[in-house]
């Protein structure tokens, strides 16, 4: 199994900045990709941005030029800096991972974090 814990959620103005991270433990061999996503009452949970095993990165529409992802393999860690934060960028933020076994990708998620940016 692989236990993921989130951190850094908050209460924060427009235009100021959150980082978001999160510490994969468990059987965590092969991660490959790192990714958060977010979701509000209603809606369906949506990417954020992801980054691969390689470093390679993409993120949504909204949050380009925004928020960075950035991971510590050595760490197995994933954090998301989140700068000039907008009342629509409030939700619940969940670390997910993907873990490599035989060939055959396990996806995982954190419990979830709430970010609330006040207007």
């Known amino acids: 199994q692989v236990q993921l814990v989130e951190s850094g959620g908050g209460l924060v103005q427009a235009g100021g900045s959150l980082r978001l991270s999160c510490a994969a433990s468990?059987?965590?061999?092969?991660?490959?990709?790192m990714g958060w996503y977010r979701q509000t009452p209603g809606k369906q949970r949506e990417l954020v941005a992801v980054?691969?095993?390689?470093?390679?990165?993409s993120c949504a529409d909204s949050v380009k030029g925004r928020f960075t992802i950035s991971r510590d393999n050595g760490k197995n860690t994933v954090c998301l800096q989140m700068n000039s934060l907008k009342p629509e960028d409030t939700a619940v933020y969940y670390c997910?991972?993907?873990?490599?076994?035989?060939?055959?990708?396990?996806?995982?998620w954190g419990q979830g974090t709430q970010v609330t940016v006040s207007s």
């Open positions: 997910r991972v993907v873990v490599v076994r035989l060939g055959i990708r396990y996806g995982y």
């Open positions: 468990g059987s965590i061999s092969s991660i490959n990709d």
């Open positions: 980054i691969t095993s390689d470093g390679s990165t």
